[in-house]
């Protein structure tokens, strides 16, 4: 599926996220060099996981936000502070 539909390389180093209709449970698709590992992760109660509604909403996550897409929080935090890249000093 990840090549034939989203032309992508299951091979590379990434892990790909798939949401179920009702947007509460998430699976996880990674290769680890000797075979797939599948991991699911279903929200209780009334939670959804914030998901993309088309093709085009589709994007690459930093680790902060892949952790708070896991925890059930939007991934566009608007207080959140953003790294500035190269560190100066002062």
Not at 3 to 12: F, G, H, M
Not at 60 to 65: F, G, I, S, V
Request: aromatic letters at 12%; one cysteine or more.
């Amino acid at each position: 599926m990840i090549r034939d539909v989203y032309e992508l390389d299951p091979y590379a180093n990434a892990v790909y996220l798939f949401c179920g209709r009702d947007s509460r449970k998430l699976k996880a698709l990674h290769f680890d060099k000797d075979g797939f590992v599948l991991l699911q992760k279903r929200l209780d109660g009334s939670g959804r996981f914030q998901w993309p509604r088309n093709a085009s909403e589709a994007r690459l996550l930093t680790r902060q936000e892949f952790r708070w897409l896991m925890e059930g929080l939007s991934i566009d935090q608007p207080k959140a502070i953003k790294s500035g890249g190269k560190k100066k000093d002062f």
